[in-house]
């Protein structure tokens, strides 16, 4: 069975510009969330999405925003990139939504922003 | 939310037993503690959780002493492949799927 997928896996972009991120959960799972990893740090909570909607949300700018698909897929869109936004992209897909023990993460979308 | 407290790096070599200890003292009472691993440019990938006492699966242990303020992960017969970063992390399962990451331990195996 496949596994979280993300796409892309690397993007360069530059200061100002856009960048949406895709996400496809694990077969069955309606839950996803983002997390963003800069380097050398641990993983920092973005956005929960469950059936369509939002059920979390971290300490982000309104420059992040995210939508999740009748499909369970969801997408991760940053506006008005600024270097800080380079950092590895994560996505992760439970089968639930309240639940917080085992999370399933893709390997990430990696930003560069020059 | 529960802060949690681990080394930043430790050294071992292959075949020998590791423990990672992580110090929670503000611990609530429907928090679980929750191990990840993850390699670099990878996802984190989930190791082991428990509540309470010593939980073990096909890849590690989890050690919790009665007062809860404290856990060890510890993984058996360490490989150069078990080279990675370590997450404890401590919250309520019912809350949502917002995992808090602290800064892990960097463990790096040697030959």
């Known amino acids: 069975d496949a596994g979280v997928t993300q796409s892309p896996t690397h993007l360069i972009k530059t200061r100002g510009q856009q960048v949406t991120l895709r996400c496809s959960p694990i077969?069955?799972?309606?839950?996803v969330s983002w997390y963003q990893q800069v380097l050398g740090q641990g993983p920092q909570f973005i956005f929960q999405?469950?059936?369509?909607?939002?059920?979390g949300r971290g300490n982000f700018p309104d420059r992040f925003s995210a939508r999740q698909f009748p499909n369970y897929s969801s997408e991760l869109n940053v506006n008005a990139l600024l270097l800080g936004d380079s950092a590895l992209y994560l996505c992760?897909?439970?089968?639930?939504?309240?639940?917080?023990?085992?999370?399933?993460f893709g390997e990430g979308s990696r930003l560069t922003v020059l | 939310l529960a802060k949690t407290t681990q080394p930043i790096s430790m050294d071992s070599y292959e075949g020998q037993e590791v423990n990672i200890t992580c110090s929670h003292n503000n611990i609530a009472t429907n928090d679980y503690i929750t191990w990840y691993q993850q390699f670099p440019s990878q996802g984190p990938r989930f190791i082991i959780q428990?509540?309470?006492t010593k939980v073990t699966n096909e890849v590690a242990s989890l050690f919790i002493p009665a007062d809860r303020k404290s856990s060890t992960l510890s993984l058996p017969r360490v490989s150069l492949s078990d080279t990675a970063v370590y997450y404890c992390l401590v919250g309520d399962n019912n809350a949502g799927n917002m995992l808090t990451f602290g800064g892990g331990t960097r463990l790096m195996v040697k030959p």
């Open positions: 999405y469950y059936e369509k909607e939002e059920r």
């Open positions: 077969s069955g799972h309606k839950s």
């Open positions: 992760a897909s439970s089968g639930q939504a309240t639940f917080t023990g085992e999370l399933f």
């Open positions: 428990g509540y309470k």
